[in-house]
């Protein structure tokens, strides 16, 4: 069973810096690109960035693109988004999501991520 | 990349088909056969219902089923049952290599 477990959200100041992370099992993660989606309290699913298998190749939002880095340990089995310059418009649900071709077959709880002082 | 655009809310009784656009570009839903959808519940992560236009994954009720007809995409919900009632997003593959999803439709059952 595949299973996607987000974890790092929580209260941050804005200017302020997080990191979350996302533990996946059930399926050979080191063949499949990730992906982090979120979604603003009460709005709709927006896409923030990608990277692929081995990591060679990442993509970010215009909206994040030089404050959000994404990176893979596929050791660990293990996605991660390291957020910086934290905004109010940051403050989202980030789900972790499994890649398949041109698909999200498989997405995590999510994990809330407020940013306010 | 702009939202595709889709109906704020979509409404039908118990027994009834409802359908939901999708519409974008050709930079988007018209020019790629990579159109998805998915099923989201009040507190729950979303679902994927429908891939690559009309393709079910497995366990997906054949109620639901995919369309698409130059820039604008449908999913179709027959038989309507209580427990479609949710919100739907559409999301298409874009000439951006990126992705990009729909504005989201609520679904009521009456």
């Known amino acids: 069973e595949v299973q996607l477990v987000e974890s790092g959200g929580g209260l941050v100041q804005p200017g302020g810096s997080l990191r979350l992370s996302c533990s996946a099992s059930?399926?050979?993660?080191?063949?499949?690109?990730m992906h982090w989606v979120r979604q603003a309290p009460g709005k709709g699913l927006e896409y923030v960035s990608a990277?692929?298998?081995?990591?060679?190749?990442?993509y970010y939002a215009d909206s994040v693109k030089g404050r959000f880095t994404i990176s893979r340990d596929n050791s660990k089995n293990t996605l991660y988004l390291q957020m910086s310059s934290l905004r109010a418009e940051d403050t989202a649900v980030y789900y972790c999501?499994?890649?398949?071709?041109?698909?999200?077959?498989?997405w995590g709880q999510g994990t809330l991520v407020t940013v306010s002082s | 990349q702009s939202a595709l655009t889709q109906p704020a809310s979509v409404s039908g009784s118990p027994g009834q088909s409802i359908t939901i656009s999708c519409t974008g570009t050709?930079?988007?839903?018209?020019?790629?056969?990579?159109v998805s959808w998915y099923q989201q519940h009040p507190g729950k992560a979303p679902k994927l219902m429908i891939y690559?236009?009309?393709n079910r994954p497995s366990g997906v009720s054949n109620r639901f089923s995919g369309s698409k007809s130059g820039n604008t995409a449908s999913l179709t919900i027959s038989g309507l049952q209580a427990e479609d009632e949710a919100d739907y997003y559409c999301?298409?593959?874009?000439?951006?290599?990126?992705?990009?999803f729909g504005t989201g439709t609520k679904v009521t059952v009456l």
């Open positions: 999501v499994k890649g398949g071709a041109a698909i999200f077959d498989y």
């Open positions: 059930g399926f050979t993660f080191s063949s499949y690109a």
């Open positions: 990277i692929s298998s081995n990591g060679g190749s990442t």
């Open positions: 050709s930079s988007d839903v018209g020019g790629y056969n990579y």
């Open positions: 690559e236009v009309s």
């Open positions: 999301s298409s593959y874009t000439s951006s290599s990126s992705y990009v």
